[in-house]
């Protein structure tokens, strides 16, 4: 795949932005968490025994900073991004995720993998996420041992506090896991 200098550009920004996205939710960080979404973004998340659907910029800032908040150590890596150019400003990619979310309250850690597929759109302040959708490879939720103890916690510190949240299950579809 030959890609034009401009497009090498744009490949290295679009990275950035996903980088960004994965960052801004491990620390809390919702105006960086803001910048990468356009305001009608799409989500659509497939996960173990749940299944999350929104709409609109401030839709995806409450479902994030609600659920990756205080009480929870999250953890996310991007890997391996084949991103495709459907037009001269906009764009298709896809993402191996590598996560982690541990829960200290309900003494839970959960590790998996997912597949991303985004879609991209230039605008006047580069480019944005203007749908996102992931189906999980794998998902393995344990009991944290009781001799564990968590020495480090950012979100802690950084994520939404318990008043600062909303109800995320209007998002939200469960379903029995297999």
């Known amino acids: 795949m030959k890609f034009s200098v401009e497009q090498l550009s744009d490949l290295e920004e679009i990275k950035q932005l996903k980088h960004c996205y994965f960052r801004s939710i491990d620390t809390g ?31 995806m800032m409450d479902f994030i900073g609600s659920a990756f908040n205080s009480d929870i150590v999250a953890q996310h890596q991007g890997h391996c991004p084949e991103i495709s ?13 590598e996560d982690r979310f541990i829960d200290p309250v309900r003494k839970e850690d959960t590790i998996g993998t997912a597949l991303y597929r985004d ?57 029995e896991q297999n």
Not at 85 to 97: H, I, K, M, N, Q
Not at 141 to 153: D, G, K, N, S, V
């Open 119 to 175: 879609r991209y759109v230039r605008t006047a302040e580069g480019w944005k996420i203007t749908h996102s959708e992931y189906d999980r490879v794998y998902e393995i939720a344990r009991p944290i041992p009781a001799e564990e103890r968590l020495t480090c916690h950012l979100l802690g510190k950084t994520g939404r506090k318990p008043e600062a949240r909303v109800d995320t299950t209007q998002w939200l579809e469960w379903y």
């Open 29 to 59: 960080n919702e105006a960086d968490l803001a910048t990468v979404f356009t305001e009608d973004v799409t989500i659509d998340y497939r996960g173990g025994g749940y299944r999350a659907r929104l709409q609109g910029r401030q839709n």
């Open 85 to 97: 150019f459907t037009g001269p400003d906009s764009a298709e990619g896809v993402w191996y995720l």
